[in-house]
């Protein structure tokens, strides 16, 4: 077989994931998922703004982000209190990103639950979620948007002493669903608004479900939001 000089096949590329010039606002952002989140789009070129309860940890992930050449900038907040919320995408915003991973947990069995702890799984894992994604969807009707908000295989099973934290995730996991139908067709192809809306995978609103097991360390949590 004689090869030409020319001869060669058209090798295929695949699509570039990039998200500079784009901004992202990353709740929880301080560690754990959050703080992989974080560090996935931020390799990604977007720039980034970090929130979570505890400042000093947040300094440390900042701190950390930019040491790697990173943009991200730590902002103190309570996603529970809307207000603060809403003055926060008022002073920050609009964002291009959204990725919503604070979250709790109160692990015990159903009947010995209490009020306060009832209150708030379902304030931080549900309550806060809703409004934090309906105030960053505000901003994204110009141009289009992502909002990611991070679920768990309690969003659509049950388990032993999870009956407060797997109402919380399957009220989070209904929440996105529905929104996902209802800002849908704000979008038309080719023009601007919020993206076409999948509730699970695609683009637009999604939901993300970390296995337990397959998600113990930062690096590869990082990788499943990519």
Same mark, same amino acid.
């Given at each position: 077989?004689?090869?030409?000089?020319?001869?060669?096949?058209?090798?295929?590329?695949?699509?570039?994931?990039?998200?500079?010039?784009?901004?992202?606002?990353?709740?929880?952002?301080?560690?754990?998922?959050?703080?992989?989140?974080?560090?996935?789009?931020?390799?990604? @070129?977007?720039?980034?703004?970090? =929130? &979570?309860? *505890?400042?000093?940890?947040?300094?440390?992930?900042? $701190?950390? %982000?930019? +040491? #790697? @050449?990173?943009?991200?900038?730590? =902002? &103190?907040? *309570?996603?529970?209190?809307?207000?603060?919320?809403? $003055?926060? %995408?008022? +002073? #920050? @915003?609009?964002?291009?990103?959204?990725?919503?991973?604070?979250?709790?947990?109160?692990?015990?069995?159903?009947?010995?639950?209490?009020?306060?702890?009832?209150?708030?799984?379902?304030?931080?894992?549900?309550?806060?979620?809703?409004?934090?994604?309906?105030?960053?969807?505000?901003?994204?009707?110009?141009?289009?948007?992502?909002?990611?908000?991070?679920?768990?295989?309690?969003?659509?099973?049950?388990?032993?002493?999870?009956?407060?934290?797997?109402?919380?995730?399957?009220?989070?996991?209904?929440?996105?669903?529905?929104?996902?139908?209802?800002?849908?067709?704000?979008?038309?192809?080719?023009?601007?608004?919020?993206?076409?809306?999948?509730?699970?995978?695609?683009?637009?609103?999604?939901?993300?479900?970390?296995?337990?097991?397959?998600?113990?360390?930062?690096?590869?949590?990082?990788?499943?939001?990519?």
């Amino acid at each position: 077989m004689v090869l030409r000089s020319g001869d060669r096949n058209p090798v295929p590329v695949t699509p570039s994931f990039r998200l500079d010039g784009k901004r992202a606002l990353v709740t929880g952002g301080s560690k754990g998922i959050g703080f992989a989140c974080a560090a996935a789009v931020a390799e990604a @070129g977007a720039s980034l703004v970090i =929130v &979570a309860r *505890d400042s000093r940890q947040l300094g440390i992930a900042a $701190r950390s %982000l930019r +040491d #790697e @050449g990173f943009r991200a900038r730590p =902002v &103190a907040l *309570d996603v529970t209190d809307r207000q603060a919320v809403v $003055r926060l %995408l008022e +002073d #920050e @915003g609009p964002f291009d990103i959204l990725i919503n991973s604070a979250g709790m947990a109160r692990h015990t069995p159903a009947m010995e639950a209490g009020e306060a702890d009832f209150d708030e799984v379902m304030g931080l894992n549900a309550r806060s979620a809703f409004f934090i994604a309906c105030e960053a969807a505000k901003g994204m009707k110009a141009n289009g948007g992502s909002i990611i908000q991070v679920s768990s295989q309690m969003g659509f099973v049950g388990g032993q002493d999870r009956a407060v934290y797997s109402a919380s995730k399957h009220a989070l996991e209904g929440m996105t669903k529905s929104m996902a139908i209802e800002w849908g067709p704000l979008r038309h192809p080719g023009q601007h608004g919020l993206p076409d809306l999948h509730p699970d995978r695609t683009h637009g609103v999604h939901l993300c479900r970390p296995r337990k097991g397959e998600m113990d360390q930062v690096q590869d949590q990082a990788g499943s939001y990519r």
